[in-house]
Structures are given as C-alpha cells and as structure tokens.
C-alpha cells in the first residue's frame, strides 16, 4: 500500500481510538454525547429497521445500581470461565468488578429492538458510528457487554421487548494501559483470492 493512500481523518479516529477502563472526574458535555448519538443515528441498517435506542444515564445513584446489577452476574461469569478467554481475562487485570460504571461520568445504554431484521449486525454498525465520533470529541469508552443483560435493563423501565445490548461508559481517559495490537492489513486482507496482496490500481496490469 502507497503511504499516501494511508492517511485520512477517519483512519486518524480509527487509530487513536482504544478502549479505555479506567475514567478522570472530568465531566462530559451534552453537547458532545448528542453529537455522537446522531452520529450513530447515521449508521445503516437491515432494511432501515433502525433497531437502537439510547438512554443516557447520568445519576449517581442509578450508576450504581447498574453497577451492582452487573457485577453480581459478572461473578458468575468469572467462576465459571476457562480456558484462552480466562487467560486473556487474568492477563488484563479483569475481574468482576466494573468500576468504570460508578466511575464514567455518564453511561450510554444501547438498547435493541430484537424483532428488526439483522438488529444485532446494525447495533454495532451504529456503536462503531458512535466510538468514532466520541473518539473526535477527545470521549473515550468501553462496549462493555454484560453477562446478564436482564439485570442492569431492569432498572431503566424500558419498554418490554427491547433487549440491552450494551453499556458504554463515557469520560475522558485515565487509562494508561496501551491499546490492543492488531493484525497486519496484509494477513486479513486480499484481492480476488486468498492470500492475494492487494494492489492500488495504478500498478494493475
Ligand atoms: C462486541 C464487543 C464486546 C466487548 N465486551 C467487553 C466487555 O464486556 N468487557 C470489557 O472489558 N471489554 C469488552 N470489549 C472491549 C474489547 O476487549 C476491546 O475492544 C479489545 O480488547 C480491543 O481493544 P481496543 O478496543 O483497545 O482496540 C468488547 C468489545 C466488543 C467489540
């Protein structure tokens, strides 16, 4: 690939985007959240079902209960896991305590309507709108996904039938920890068959 192809504000977003623990006290405007909702509200989805619904969380007391909520099934989980995920787990210092759901300033909750055709494949387009827009207002997050759903969307009073898909906690970053490697654009990436380097098309036969 030609260095000059490589650059771009949205590759720029993409890159310096990390998921992110650990939260400064720092408050979060409004502005910023909305920005990045209509943001996702952009994204594409299986026959334009539009399946997401938001609800922004901002009392303390309700971060808490959201907080407790998940981690009580979040112990379960942890007893219970084995194998490559409980090694990846241990090797990032992650438990069953989600601090960072008491700690953001506030909480986005992504909601999905389960009966929309391909809901689950549009959530995340949309979560993925959402990640680079915050990552452009200088937000970080997590997509943390419980274990138990049920739980914390028992205490937001949704209407019955929507699923809680996610929880990002949204602040400015804290977290030192650097983000995670990726694999090469050559070994996940090729041109008519497998194992084909793409080439730019100026180089084409
Ligand atoms: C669908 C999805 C679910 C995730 N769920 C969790 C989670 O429940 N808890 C967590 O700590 N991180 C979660 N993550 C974050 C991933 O661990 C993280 O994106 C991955 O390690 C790559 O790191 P990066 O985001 O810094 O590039 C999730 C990410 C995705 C895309």
Redesign the pocket.
Known sequence: MSGKTMTGKVLELATSR??V?KFSAKQVSMDDILYALETARQAPSGANGQPWRFIIITEPDLKKRIRDASEKAERALYTKVKGDFKDWLLNHG?SHEKPFLEEAPLLIAVLMNPSAMYAKESI?TAIGHLLLALEERGLST????PSNTNLPLAELDAPQGLKLE?ILPVGYSDDETP??PKKDLEEIAFMNRWGVKPTPPHSRA
């Open positions: 990390k998921t623990r992650l995340w997590i997509t943390y996904t996610a983000k995670e």
